[in-house]
Structures are given as C-alpha cells and as structure tokens.
C-alpha cells in the first residue's frame, strides 16, 4: 500500500533522510520510531507529498507521486488520513464541523449523509455525545480522537499519526493506542506511526523501524525488534532513546 524507495529528503540544502526504503502492507501498522529531530515527522510529510524528496520515490496504492500534479496528488490524499500532533482542531469550529471539513471540500455527499458520516466516525472513536462542543472544551485525549474522526471521515485506506500521545497521561495513552488498533481492525486502514515511546510501538505494531543518521537503522516484526541486538535498539527498549 506504501512503498518509499531509497528516498532522500533535504531542506535548504541540507539532507535530512537519506536513502530511505521502508514497504507498507495492506492493513499493517508499521510505526517508525527514533530520536528527537531524526525526522521521522518529515517522512509522514514527505509520504503526504507536504514536503516533497530529492531522489527516490514515494508510492501510495501502487501510484508514484513524484511527478503527479497537484491535483492528481490531491485525488491519491483523498485516499490519506492524517492525525497531526496534538490534534490540530481547527478552534473555530466544533466537534461536528471539523470532522465534516474533508467532507464539504472533497465531496458532493447531501448534508443529511455528512450528518450521518460524522455521526458514524464520533461514534468509532467514543465521542457520539461530542458534536456540539468546541476544541477548547475538550481535554487532551479528546481532542487526540476527534482529530482521529476527522482523518477517518473520506473512509481513507491509510491513516498517519504524528506522535499521538504526547503530552498524554499513561491511562489516555492507552485509550489512544487501543483506538488506532480498533480503528485498523474496523476500517483496514494500512497505518504509519511516528512516536519516540517505545512502548507504544511494541504494543500496537506489526513492524517498527528505526530510524538514526538519516537511515533506517532497524526494520523488522516486533518480536525480532525486541531481540535485535542492535545497540539503539536496545537504548529505546530501555528508555534511553530520547
């Protein structure tokens, strides 16, 4: 469902991933983790094409998007849901209308079918009785599954997360994690996670990669993560990776 091959990513010159292949199944949850700053963030960006690379290519559904154009581009993203961090609500609006947004721009669906959609994607994440609240009404946990609504509402085939539980406590952590399993089990989404909780990674994941000095330095199924004798590796599982 996602293939990024030997890509390379720079900004004002400078490379910050190099070479990087990593292959996503259909209905997997490969989660990428790596310290602060390695850009892991960059490269949900860069499979977005919000950021675009300097050698290699990024394939999406069987479809290369380097030379797409913008609105080619922006047919492959209706196939793409994006949870940015710590939400990214826009705090205009309430709950109802922020998960009806991708609705109302990228469809034709009646307003009694966005009704229903937005009502089907609260109810997924918990937050049915939420519609009529406004982002500054919510706590963090909350705001982390409506944007969660949001991602899901043009029922997309991949969903990317961008470190979706910092800043939470342990027990919203879990409830988040929980919710992406759910939401892959529910939907089939193929799923990308950016974190730098090891923890996390090992318990919702079907494959980690790890990236250091611009590379993946380790891609494997989590039971061989757990007993890769990579030195990083072992910092991370050790909570020393940060």
Known sequence: MIEINDATIQRDGIKILEDIT????DGQIVTVIGESGCGKSTLLRAVMRLIPIAAGEICI??????GL???QMNEVRKKMGMVFQEGA???SMNVRE?????????TRMKESEIRQTVSERLEAVGLADAEKKMPSQLSGGMRRRVAIARALALHPKI???DEPTTGLDPVLTDTILDLIVRMRNRYNTTTIVVTHDMDAAIKISDRIALIH???IAADDVVESIK????????????GQGT
């Open 22 to 25: 990593l292959k996503v199944a």
């Open 69 to 71: 154009s913008e609105h």
């Open 159 to 161: 969903l990317l997360y």
């Open 89 to 91: 609500l826009f705090d």
């Open 98 to 106: 922020n998960v009806a947004f991708a609705l109302r721009q990228h």
């Open 61 to 66: 559904d069987g479809v290369c998007i380097n």
């Open 227 to 238: 007993n890769n004798p990579n030195p990083l590796l072992k910092r991370f599982l050790h």
């Open 213 to 215: 000095d611009k590379h």
